[in-house]
Protein backbone atom coordinates (compact mmCIF):
# COMPACT_ATOMS: atom_id res chain seq x y z
CA UNK A 1 0.00 0.00 0.00
CA UNK A 2 3.21 2.25 0.77
CA UNK A 3 4.19 1.61 -2.77
CA UNK A 4 0.58 2.62 -4.46
CA UNK A 5 0.71 5.64 -2.49
CA UNK A 6 4.22 6.96 -3.02
CA UNK A 7 3.59 6.23 -6.59
CA UNK A 8 0.53 8.59 -6.52
CA UNK A 9 2.43 11.43 -5.12
CA UNK A 10 5.33 10.99 -7.44
CA UNK A 11 2.65 11.36 -10.68
CA UNK A 12 0.85 14.19 -9.08
CA UNK A 13 3.97 15.85 -8.34
CA UNK A 14 4.97 15.03 -12.32
CA UNK A 15 1.73 16.04 -13.64
CA UNK A 16 1.87 19.40 -11.78
CA UNK A 17 5.34 20.07 -13.18
CA UNK A 18 4.28 19.73 -16.62
CA UNK A 19 1.42 22.03 -16.33
CA UNK A 20 3.29 24.66 -14.66
CA UNK A 21 6.34 23.99 -17.21
CA UNK A 22 3.38 23.78 -20.41
CA UNK A 23 2.06 27.00 -18.98
CA UNK A 24 5.67 28.39 -18.48
CA UNK A 25 6.32 28.11 -22.42
CA UNK A 26 2.85 28.99 -23.44
CA UNK A 27 3.66 32.13 -21.90
CA UNK A 28 7.00 32.72 -22.92
CA UNK A 29 6.44 31.90 -26.58
CA UNK A 30 3.81 34.84 -26.86
CA UNK A 31 6.05 37.30 -25.24
CA UNK A 32 9.40 36.65 -27.04
CA UNK A 33 7.80 34.95 -30.20
CA UNK A 34 8.89 37.52 -32.93
CA UNK A 35 10.48 40.95 -33.70
CA UNK A 36 7.27 42.08 -31.86
CA UNK A 37 5.50 40.62 -29.95
CA UNK A 38 1.79 41.32 -30.08
CA UNK A 39 0.21 42.36 -26.78
CA UNK A 40 -2.02 39.72 -24.93
CA UNK A 41 -5.84 40.81 -25.56
CA UNK A 42 -7.38 41.17 -22.13
CA UNK A 43 -9.30 37.22 -22.34
CA UNK A 44 -6.21 35.86 -23.26
CA UNK A 45 -4.55 37.00 -19.86
CA UNK A 46 -7.73 35.71 -18.12
CA UNK A 47 -7.25 32.47 -19.25
CA UNK A 48 -3.53 32.32 -18.30
CA UNK A 49 -4.10 33.66 -15.03
CA UNK A 50 -7.18 31.09 -14.85
CA UNK A 51 -4.61 28.19 -15.59
CA UNK A 52 -1.65 29.26 -13.45
CA UNK A 53 -4.58 29.68 -10.53
CA UNK A 54 -5.29 26.33 -10.84
CA UNK A 55 -1.47 25.46 -11.47
CA UNK A 56 -1.05 26.96 -7.74
CA UNK A 57 -4.18 24.69 -6.44
CA UNK A 58 -2.88 21.93 -7.92
CA UNK A 59 0.61 22.75 -5.96
CA UNK A 60 -1.27 23.26 -2.88
CA UNK A 61 -3.32 19.90 -3.03
CA UNK A 62 -0.44 17.60 -3.69
CA UNK A 63 1.82 19.21 -0.70
CA UNK A 64 -1.02 18.43 1.43
CA UNK A 65 -1.35 14.75 -0.30
CA UNK A 66 2.04 14.34 0.93
CA UNK A 67 1.85 15.81 4.01
CA UNK A 68 -0.74 12.83 4.60
CA UNK A 69 1.28 9.87 2.94
CA UNK A 70 4.66 11.04 5.41
CA UNK A 71 2.04 10.65 8.19
CA UNK A 72 0.24 7.61 6.84
CA UNK A 73 3.97 5.73 6.28
CA UNK A 74 5.08 6.95 9.73
CA UNK A 75 1.68 5.57 11.52
CA UNK A 76 2.18 2.38 9.67
CA UNK A 77 5.96 2.05 10.51
CA UNK A 78 5.15 2.49 13.87
CA UNK A 79 2.30 -0.78 13.79
CA UNK A 80 4.70 -2.65 12.37
CA UNK A 81 7.42 -1.81 15.01
CA UNK A 82 4.76 -2.36 17.62
CA UNK A 83 3.64 -5.68 15.90
CA UNK A 84 7.33 -7.09 15.72
CA UNK A 85 8.16 -6.31 19.81
CA UNK A 86 8.23 -9.70 22.00
CA UNK A 87 4.81 -10.16 23.77
CA UNK A 88 2.94 -7.63 21.98
Known sequence: ???VWRFF???MT???S???LVTAFTVLKRVSGGKRAPALA???LDLINARLDNVE???RRVAELEERLD???RVLSQHRET?????A
Request: hydrophobic share 50%.
Open 14 to 16: IVI
Open 71 to 73: FTE
Open 57 to 59: ALE
Open 42 to 44: PPE
Open 9 to 11: GVM
Open 83 to 87: ARLPG
Open 1 to 3: MDD
Open 18 to 20: VVT
